[in-house]
């Protein structure tokens, strides 16, 4: 069974920080491109960031210089550290993979986790 499971949500005040986690399962992710995407209440879903397997990264204007994606090849695991969080970062927070060598930022990934809730107060 192949299963992306998030954690690390919560809620946070303004300009704090959060680690979001995401746990690989049920293929050979620590080959596949992993990235989050975000999606607020409304509004479609957008790209944050994503990492290939050997660390290469890319990441959405809006959260560059405050976010950073890491890998752990070993534990099928992505990170998304999150720092000077704003408001306007909150949305529930999806992981995703796709078994592709260029890092892909539109949302054509093969596998998604249920999500976690990011809310940043005021």
């Known amino acids: 069974q192949v299963q992306l499971l998030e954690s690390g949500g919560g809620l946070v005040q303004a300009g704090g920080s959060l680690r979001l986690s995401c746990v690989g399962s049920?293929?050979?992710?620590?080959?596949?491109?992993m990235a989050w995407f975000h999606q607020a209440p409304g509004k479609e879903r957008e790209f944050v960031a994503a990492v290939r397997w050997i660390g290469n990264t890319i990441y959405a204007d809006s959260v560059k210089g405050r976010f950073t994606i890491s890998r752990d090849n070993a534990k099928n695991t992505v990170y998304l550290q999150m720092n000077s969080l704003k408001p306007e970062d909150t949305a529930i927070y999806y992981c995703?993979?796709?078994?592709?060598?260029?890092?892909?930022?539109?949302?054509?990934?093969?596998?998604w986790g249920q999500g976690t809730q990011v809310t940043v107060s005021s």
């Open positions: 995703a993979a796709v078994n592709t060598i260029v890092l892909v930022s539109s949302p054509l990934y093969d596998y």
């Open positions: 049920g293929r050979p992710f620590s080959t596949y491109v």
